[in-house]
């Protein structure tokens, strides 16, 4: 069983799996989210639930038809319904990376690493991977701090 709080600081949320602080709604953080919402479209597979600020964003966007998410842990669902009073989507507890379900999504959206770092490179490289096993055919594989991976992916190309 894991350890979740949703601490607040002035108006913003903390989420703390562990003790380890994983996500927070501060303005940067929701723009990202409201950024990769905004590419989303038709059916959406979402890894990780979090503060559940992506669904709203999500939920809002008119070209999404459904929002599903994985998350690995229950407690963070209860949580978030305990502290926002509700959740958004269906939500399946399970690992990403063992998940067996065979629906295909329009799109794929990760956001299963704590840090938008060369560390987590490892992690979106498995995400990505992984995720190609949900898409439909010409579905979109979205996630948090896409753009600084793929450029890394890109350096890493290039150099001899």
């Not at 979090?50 to 809002?60: A, F, S, T």
């Not at 929002?67 to 926002?84: G, L, P, Y």
């Not at 329009?106 to 498995?126: F, M, N, Q, T």
Request: net charge neutral; proline share 2%.
């Amino acid at each position: 069983m894991v350890k979740i709080e949703i601490t607040q600081q002035k108006g913003y949320n903390f989420l703390w799996i562990d003790d380890y602080l994983w996500m927070w709604d501060i303005p940067g953080e929701t723009e990202c989210q409201e950024e990769l919402a905004k590419k989303a479209y038709g059916d959406v597979l979402n890894i990780g639930y979090g503060l559940g600020v992506i669904h709203k964003y999500l939920k809002e966007n008119p070209k999404v038809k459904t929002i599903s998410t994985i998350e690995k842990h229950k407690e963070v669902v209860d949580k978030c319904k305990e502290v926002f009073g509700e959740v958004i989507g269906e939500v399946i507890i399970d690992d990403f990376y063992n998940y067996s379900g065979d629906r295909k999504f329009d799109c794929v959206i990760g956001d299963a690493w704590a840090e938008v770092h060369p560390k987590s490179l490892k992690d979106y490289l498995k995400f990505k991977k992984n995720a190609q096993k949900f898409l439909k055919n010409n579905g979109k594989i979205l996630a948090w701090g896409q753009d600084y991976f793929e450029y890394l992916l890109n350096q890493k190309r290039h150099q001899c």
